[in-house]
């Protein structure tokens, strides 16, 4: 498993931005698919955003259009650009590695490394 940590977390207004990012611990970062998820509180964690090692990308519907998320393999991290936040996009964000490189993955069961999640605050 590949150690990840998030950072940019924070207090936001609607329809405001935010950046995460998610460093990794090792080089074979660059074949793994990414992901983005999210928990509210008392809800099921959701998927947000993926990147394959190719930079093939796919969304939630809930997102599409105002988040982008990216990576840098030189640099073993990810990125999650949020543009025109909402104060239903509150909730704590974890970034997740799948080591099998697949296209697609949305479900967290898929993923085999989780970082320790950064809480994102939208204010109405």
């Known amino acids: 498993q590949v150690q990840l940590v998030e950072s940019g977390g924070g207090l936001v207004q609607t329809g405001g931005s935010l950046s995460l990012s998610c460093a990794a611990s090792?080089?074979?970062?660059?074949?793994?698919?990414m992901g983005w998820f999210r928990q509210a509180p008392g809800m099921e964690r959701e998927f947000v955003a993926g990147?394959?090692?190719?930079?093939?990308?796919y969304y939630a519907d809930s997102v599409r259009g105002r988040f982008t998320i990216s990576r840098d393999n030189a640099k073993n991290t990810m990125y999650l650009q949020m543009n025109s936040l909402k104060p239903e996009d509150t909730a704590v964000y974890y970034c997740?590695?799948?080591?099998?490189?697949?296209?697609?993955?949305?479900?967290?069961?898929?993923?085999?490394?989780w970082g320790q999640g950064t809480q994102v605050t939208v204010s109405s």
């Open positions: 090792e080089g074979t970062f660059s074949t793994y698919t």
């Open positions: 997740a590695a799948d080591s099998s490189g697949r296209f697609g993955a949305r479900s967290s069961r898929t993923f085999d490394s």
């Open positions: 990147i394959t090692w190719r930079r093939l990308v």
